[in-house]
């Protein structure tokens, strides 16, 4: 399973767009890239997943450069309830699924 | 559509007594995973059932154990509670394992040793 690697804390304000990057240098080929948020005391909520190039939906984009070795997830106009962890997950589901550390994101007002 | 649901909510056990947790997976879901998140803490890789049979393991002792049932339901086991047991236990479901539309999780049980 990749290792990935993500900023441990980002500050951004409200109406701002966010975007975090994550590290996966031994992506395999067939491994997908996916997003969780999760807030205290709750468990992590899908918010997207790609394999290459560009995906978007209602909440979040991720663009994933060609060689697929990071890829960004990107918030459009952040606001407090954005506040919380988001994690990056490489791999295909066929092996024990590894959390990172995450990147806590703090929004302000 | 009812998502992953884990029960109870909460559980306060003392020491060295025995802790039994039980998630329900999305209909259609074969796989369940185990996390145990110590407060403040990252996600720790529990264990991950599929088809009734434990695929994969975390670094955990083997006071923690599992199972899954033929309706795919969960339950996981800790004997012999110690104080730093204490924690978020969440579990999620996939189809098949494959995780490639993502895992789904339940909103946890809080385990408290005292």
């Known amino acids: 399973l990749a290792k990935t690697t993500q900023p441990i804390s980002m500050d951004s304000y409200e109406g701002q767009e966010v975007n975090i990057t994550c590290s996966h240098n031994?992506?395999?080929?067939?491994?997908?890239i996916t997003w969780y948020q999760q807030f205290p005391s709750q468990g992590p909520r899908f918010i997207i997943q790609?394999?290459?190039t560009k995906v978007t939906n209602e909440v979040a984009s991720l663009f994933i450069p060609a060689d697929r070795k990071s890829s960004t997830l990107s918030l459009p106009r952040v606001s407090l309830s954005d506040t919380a962890v988001y994690y990056c997950?490489?791999?295909?589901?066929?092996?024990?699924?590894?959390f990172g550390k995450g990147t806590r994101l703090h929004i302000l007002p | 559509e009812a998502g992953v649901t884990q029960s109870p909510t909460h559980l306060i056990k003392t020491r060295g007594q025995q802790a039994t947790l039980r998630c329900s997976p999305i209909s259609g879901h074969t796989s369940v995973y185990w996390y145990q998140q110590a407060l403040g803490l990252g996600l720790q890789f529990l264990l991950w059932?599929?088809?009734?049979?434990?695929?994969n393991r975390g670094n955990f002792p083997p006071r923690f154990s599992g199972r899954q049932f033929p309706n795919y339901s969960s339950e996981l086991n800790v004997n012999a509670l110690e104080l730093e047991d204490s924690a978020l236990y969440l579990c999620?479901?996939?189809?098949?394992?494959?995780?490639?539309?993502?895992?789904?999780f339940g909103s946890g049980t809080r385990l408290t040793v005292v």
């Open positions: 997950l490489v791999g295909k589901g066929d092996d024990k699924i590894i």
């Open positions: 059932y599929d088809e009734g049979e434990e695929r």
């Open positions: 999620a479901s996939s189809l098949e394992g494959t995780g490639e539309y993502g895992y789904t």
């Open positions: 031994n992506i395999a080929t067939n491994d997908y």
């Open positions: 790609g394999y290459k």
